[in-house]
C-alpha cells in the first residue's frame, strides 16, 4: 500500500517561496499519475500539480500556472513542488497522492495527512 508523508508547508509572506517534500513509500509503478492538490477551508478540492506516469507530462492547475513547479527525485522516491510568488489565495492544506494526469490532476486516490502552507503577511 502507497504511503506518503508530505513536509515544508509554514507560514510565509505573499510574495515567498516554500519548498514542499512527499517522501513515498509502499510505492508500485501502477499509477497513472502522482501530483499534488490542496484544500482550503470552504473550497473545493483543487488539482494543483501532477507527474504523468506515461509520459512524464506535467500539468498545473490555471491559478498556479508559472509560479508552481513540480518535480521528483526517483532515486530518493520523492516528490516536490516549489512554490514561487505566494499569495493569500494558495492558503490550504496540501497533499500529495497518485491520481490521473491529464490536462489537469484529478481522480486522486490515495494522499498523505497534508502539510498547511499559510501565505498572510
Known amino acids: 500500500q502507497v504511503h506518503f508523508v508530505e513536509s515544508g508547508g509554514g507560514l510565509v509572506q505573499p510574495g515567498g517561496s516554500l519548498r514542499l517534500s512527499c517522501a513515498a513509500s509502499g510505492f508500485t509503478s501502477d499509477y497513472y499519475g502522482i501530483g499534488w492538490f490542496r484544500q482550503a477551508p470552504g473550497k473545493a478540492r483543487e488539482g494543483v500539480a501532477c507527474?504523468?506516469?506515461?509520459?512524464?507530462?506535467?500539468a498545473y492547475a490555471d491559478s498556479v500556472q508559472g509560479r508552481f513547479t513540480i518535480f521528483r527525485d526517483n532515486a530518493k522516491n520523492t516528490l516536490y513542488l516549489q512554490m514561487n510568488n505566494l499569495k493569500p489565495e494558495d492558503t490550504a492544506v496540501y497533499y500529495c497522492?497518485?491520481?490521473?494526469?491529464?490536462?489537469?490532476?484529478?481522480?486522486?486516490?490515495?494522499w498523505g495527512e497534508g502539510t498547511l502552507v499559510t501565505v498572510s503577511s
Open positions: 507527474i504523468s506516469n506515461t509520459d512524464g507530462s506535467e
Open positions: 497522492a497518485t491520481g490521473l494526469c491529464g490536462l489537469e490532476f484529478y481522480g486522486q486516490d490515495y
